[in-house]
T-cell receptor, first 110, second 117 residues
């Protein structure tokens, strides 16, 4: 059974701080990793994807991938109250079908 | 870029009737489209994967005769919930993938909230 695990949270951080969201996966053959943000009552929005070990930065977001340890993380710098949402980690093994984590709820406190 | 639309955004129907939901990729051709269902405070549940011009692949436990999926073109997939019942009330979300080489991103539509009375 291929699994993707996330801490459900809530993860509370003060405004302006760095929020660190983590995700572990069980399938060593996984090739592509995605972070989605989902606001309550809305559909997921793609934030970033990463394929290679290391860091990938896009604005205030940094995705980090460590395939040897089977984890992927998302860092949000200068967190804003508008970043408060559920963050979903998704993994696939080189096909279009994802395995989703259950999501981490982030609360950024003003 | 990578915009996916869904219609309707919400629908209320009576028990026993059928409801059709459309999913369109607006600015790219979608080789593959997906249909998900999400209950309150739960994660996304994949219902089926559809490829243009072929039959959809349903996940275990999803009734193919109840949830009819048609992917008639590279920009349009439809989900028809037949003989809907109150337990089918949920948030239905489609996603589409451009299908570029080594690129497996899925872009989600805004979702359709179905309420069956």
């Amino acid at each position: 059974q291929k699994e993707v695990e996330q801490n459900s949270g809530p993860l509370s951080v003060p405004e302006g701080a760095i929020a660190s969201l983590n995700c572990t996966y069980s399938d060593r053959g996984s090739q592509s990793f995605f972070w989605y943000r989902q606001y309550s009552g809305k559909s997921p929005e793609l934030i970033m994807f990463i394929y290679s070990n290391g860091d990938k930065e896009d604005g205030r977001f940094t995705a980090q991938l460590n395939k040897a340890s089977q984890y992927v993380s998302l860092l949000i710098r200068d967190s804003q109250p508008s970043d408060s949402a559920t963050y979903l980690c998704a993994v696939n093994g080189g096909t279009y079908k994802y395995i989703f984590g259950t999501g981490t709820r982030l609360k950024v406190l003003a | 870029g990578a915009v996916v639309s869904q219609h309707p955004s919400w629908v209320i129907c009576k028990s026993g009737t059928s409801v059709k939901i459309e999913c369109r990729s607006l600015d790219f051709q979608a080789t593959t489209m997906f249909w998900y269902r999400q209950f309150p405070k739960q994660s996304l549940m994949l219902m089926a994967t559809s490829n243009e011009g072929s039959k959809a692949t349903y996940e275990q436990g999803v009734e193919k005769d109840k949830f009819l999926i048609n992917h008639a073109s590279l920009t349009l997939s439809t989900l028809t919930v037949t003989s809907a019942h109150p337990e089918d009330s949920s948030f239905y979300i489609c996603s589409a993938s451009p299908g570029l080489a080594d690129s497996y991103e899925q872009y989600f539509g805004p979702g359709t909230r179905l309420t069956v009375t």
